[in-house]
């Protein structure tokens, strides 16, 4: 039988090797590709943490259950197993033979402790002594004994004890407290760096005379980061999500990442005391944790370190005006992150703040920032009298914790704080103010891509409605209503609302394209998305491609559909775009028969977002921000210097410039575009 779908975590493997292409791409300026490295490093932790973890769970399904939610675990460990060995080579010869000369060019020199010059040397060692050897606490192994416990992402070093007693002597590396990188002085007036690791490396003789024969190898633990926790109505669901962060750092091991060159008569007693399994075991190099490379030191006056600034533009309308209401009520505005400030809205919500007619503020908070201007808005609305309800999403992964800190500090002002819906996240990203009229309440709103998050705005590119058409803000309304448990059952014409209508609605649009297409009429399709993992709404494009639709894709992240293959998706077109910015907008444009409709979305086509998820797509109507979104999909299908095709194989080569094509790349011709309009 003919696969019809590509493996979601061998795909989503795929988009982290797009990220290692543009560590290797010599075109990237070379603190970008460090970045890249950074990315792709943390990608892979937390990728262990979760998916691996979860496949390791449905490997003790029963065979039925597994068939029926079409999970092959054991055959995808395996896949995974050997394509992140061979990324992993990849990764290692990137750094050793690309990264570390180039750095050197630029008279950067990130060099071992072997390396170190007698002054460093000296420098080394009066740095240990004073800031590293009273952070150290070093533990002596011994088979048969209860193993200490491994914290997740720590680093250590292991070594052979010189007692027979012992096994193993095993040592912290306290990067947390002191930072990864250490500033080493120079003779010769360029600039030299070295890991913490090498710093205890030099030293750590001296600081444990005669305990450790042989050299130390560096090793470190991922653990099982998901949270499982029971939606059902009873319960404080709250004091779970606490309790399930209290227990995350202590999950089962995922993955034991080593240094090659650990030699196994030391290896096996580890896995023997840490009670490993061989498939937690992945040999690595001599550093991990790469995602510290995300503060690696900077030495100033080098230049094209860095990419070419971009720096946010202001919005054509808003940026000179005197009111983002009274230009709000006038017509539509549309903002594109990060090409253009995220500024606006917590300056909306001040403002709604100010305004004697404004009665209450209602806003659903999936990811905010640690130091969130936008709660902090929030706060300044409390103070000036104003309702404010805050929907608080409590079980975003891995923003549990800052969610709950700010949910609690609004309650503490006096707002109304909601937690979570049993079997469902709120995904949606939206904001409803409501001002006092003689005719009744009137509605303005914000619908956006992305998180009210003003540090992701900066990286991810994003789209926000702020509109007062009623078609839109009374359906909000509605929305927030039902959020609230005060309207059961709301009817939406204009938003698409998962799980309530998005599937069905959704499939309609699809449909309507493939009548068209049956007419005889032009029909097309265009979908950008971060995922499209959803099996149905897969085979509903590939019924639209059979039928004569073509479908245009733009996939971040996992795609199992297979395009263009013969017979089943031959007018599937698909591209990924990896670039300096984070592509995290979801489009859906139909042709609708030459009347083309285009909805902005926080959902992906993932079976999650689509069916266990509050989420909201909403259309454009103002023809003249249909027009932008419409040149940013032509912009993005037309780039040949970031995009890669996906095929049925993922193997991400890039798109080919034709010769007589110019080249595009799609982040800074779209940023120059909106230049333009100022």
């Known amino acids: 039988m003919e696969e019809r779908f590509f493996d979601r975590d061998v795909s989503w493997l795929s988009f982290n090797h797009r990220v290692l292409q543009e560590a290797r791409d010599r075109r990237v300026p070379l603190y970008e590709r460090l970045k890249f490295l950074a990315i792709y490093s943390s990608n892979l932790d937390e990728f262990y943490r979760v998916r691996v973890a979860s496949l390791r769970s449905f490997k003790k399904l029963r065979r039925k259950t597994r068939q029926q939610y079409h999970l092959q675990p054991r055959r995808t460990l395996r896949q995974v197993q050997r394509i992140v060995q061979y990324q992993q080579l990849l990764f290692g010869e990137t750094f050793r033979e690309e990264i570390i000369p180039d750095l050197a060019g630029k008279g950067i020199n990130l060099i071992e402790d072997s390396q170190f010059n007698p002054a460093q040397q000296v420098f080394s060692e009066t740095y240990f002594d004073k800031e590293v050897a009273p952070l150290l606490k070093p533990v002596f192994l011994h088979t048969g004994i209860r193993a200490p416990f491994l914290k997740n992402k720590s680093l250590y070093f292991v070594g052979r004890a010189a007692d027979d007693a012992q096994v193993a002597v095993l040592v912290e590396i306290p990067s947390e407290q002191k930072g990864r990188f250490v500033s080493l002085p120079s003779q010769d007036g360029g600039h030299y760096v070295t890991f913490l690791d090498d710093i205890v490396r030099h030293n750590i003789d001296r600081f444990l005379p005669g305990a450790i024969e042989g050299p130390v190898y560096s090793i470190k633990l991922s653990r099982d980061a998901e949270l499982y926790i029971d939606d059902e109505l009873s319960g404080n669901l709250i004091e779970k999500i606490k309790r399930g962060l209290e227990e995350r750092a202590s999950g089962l091991p995922t993955r034991f990442l080593y240094d090659a060159a650990l030699p196994p008569e030391l290896l096996d007693p580890l896995i023997e005391i840490f009670q490993l399994k061989k498939s937690d075991l992945i040999p690595g190099a001599r550093y991990h944790n790469f995602s510290d490379f995300f503060a690696f030191p900077e030495p100033p006056g080098i ?142 709103a914000y619908l956006g891509t992305g998180n009210f998050n003003e540090k992701t705005a900066r990286v991810y590119a994003d789209h926000a409605l702020l509109t007062a058409d009623p078609r839109l803000t009374e359906e909000v309304a509605q929305l927030f209503a039902f959020l609230e448990g005060t309207s059961p059952g709301p009817e939406f014409q204009s938003l698409l609302v998962a799980p309530l209508t998005l599937r069905d609605r959704l499939t309609a649009l699809v449909d309507r394209e493939i009548h068209h297409a049956q007419m005889g009429r032009e029909a097309y399709i265009m979908l950008k998305l971060n995922s499209l993992e959803d099996r149905n709404m897969i085979d509903k494009l590939y019924e639209a491609g059979q039928a004569g639709v073509r479908v245009y894709l733009i996939i971040r992240g996992i795609c199992c559909l297979l395009p263009g293959r013969p017979g089943l998706s031959e007018n599937i077109r698909a591209i990924s775009i990896v670039d300096r910015f984070l592509e995290h907008a979801r489009i859906y444009l139909f042709g609708n028969g030459g009347q083309e409709e285009i909805y902005l979305a926080s959902a992906d086509w993932m079976t999650r977002n689509l069916d266990r998820r509050i989420e909201v797509a909403f259309p454009v109507y103002d023809p003249e921000l249909f027009k932008q979104l419409r040149i940013l999909l032509e912009i993005q299908l037309a780039g040949n210097l970031k995009a890669r095709i996906l095929d049925a194989k993922q193997e991400n080569n890039y798109v080919v410039r034709e010769p007589h094509q110019p080249y595009v790349q799609a982040q800074p011709a779209f940023y120059e575009y909106l230049k333009s309009l100022l």
């Open 303 to 444: 230049p094209g370190l860095r990419d070419d600034p971009m720096p946010a533009l202001p919005h054509p309308v808003l940026q000179n005006a005197s009111s983002i209401f009274e230009v709000v009520r006038k017509g539509d505005q549309l903002l594109h992150y990060p090409y253009q400030t995220f500024e606006y809205l917590p300056a909306w919500i001040r403002e709604a703040a100010e305004r004697p007619v404004v009665q209450s503020i209602k806003i659903t908070v999936y990811r905010i920032a640690d130091h969130s201007e936008v709660a902090k808005a929030l706060m300044y609305a409390l103070e000036k009298g104003k309702e404010v309800t805050v929907f608080v999403e409590a079980k975003a992964r891995f923003d549990e914790e800052t969610n709950l800190v700010w949910g609690q500090r609004l309650q503490d002002a006096g707002a109304r704080i909601i937690y979570s819906i049993p079997n469902l996240k709120v995904h949606a990203k939206v904001l409803l103010i409501t001002t006092r009229a003689k005719r009744g309440p009137i509605h303005f």
